[in-house]
């Protein structure tokens, strides 16, 4: 069965001012498409590849446009609009996540800072993570390159560290787009994972 590019929840424009319209149309109807696409025809020429040396090197293409897929869908949902624009992007309520960030890192403003730092320090592409290790049970921040997906923690929060993501409204300031991001980051669709991980 072929894959799809998931709609978005909200207009292009709805992240304005912390990330512009211009950057989200392009991400989603043009990186995101991409990858789509390339997890289609490589997954069909898996589907018809008729010996191990085939289907093994057909999996670099399997990863990078999964991962590229299975990242992606995951960000859109990671992302609302602020209350100035009518969503709830940067809001994070008392509850169990917060309670969980606080009792491991000290205070929210304390995490994002050492999650801005570890992941601004990504050679390259790649994703910064917030997961919970399923072994303890606890929130880490973590980092993968390139397109990798998340494979060894739960995701609960996945920021975009590509350039795609950021480069027409922040340049090379990377530090700018992490501090902006987390005003519209979706702290309800986080709780939820965060819930499902835990129970």
């Known amino acids: 069965m072929a894959h799809s590019l998931p709609p978005l929840d909200y207009p292009y424009d709805a992240l304005e001012p912390y990330i512009s319209g211009e950057i989200m149309t392009l991400h989603h109807t043009k990186h995101h498409q991409t990858y789509v696409n390339g997890l289609n025809s490589a997954e069909s020429a898996y589907a018809s590849a008729s010996t191990p ?12 446009n999964g991962g590229g897929h299975i990242n992606h869908s995951l960000f859109w949902k990671n992302l609302a609009p602020s209350p100035e624009k009518g969503g709830n992007g940067g809001q994070l309520k008392d509850g169990n996540l917060k309670k969980a960030i606080e009792s491991i890192w000290g205070s929210v403003d304390n995490f994002k800072k050492e999650f801005n730092t570890t992941t601004a320090g990504i050679q390259g ?31 609960v929060i996945g920021v975009d560290i590509w350039e795609h993501a950021f480069y027409l409204q922040y340049k090379n300031v990377k530090a700018d787009y992490l501090t902006a991001i987390w005003s519209v980051i979706n702290w309800d669709e986080a709780e939820k994972r965060f819930a499902e991980a835990t129970a």
Not at 54 to 64: C, E, M, T
Not at 140 to 146: D, K, L, R, V
Request: glycine content about 10%; aromatic content about 6%; overall charge positive.
């Open 125 to 155: 592409s790649g994703w910064g993570w917030v997961g919970v290790n399923p072994g303890s049970k606890r929130l880490e921040i973590i980092t993968t390159a390139n397109q990798d997906p998340l494979i060894t923690h739960t995701p």
């Open 53 to 64: 040396k085939q289907r093994i090197a057909l999996q670099a293409a399997l990863k990078f």
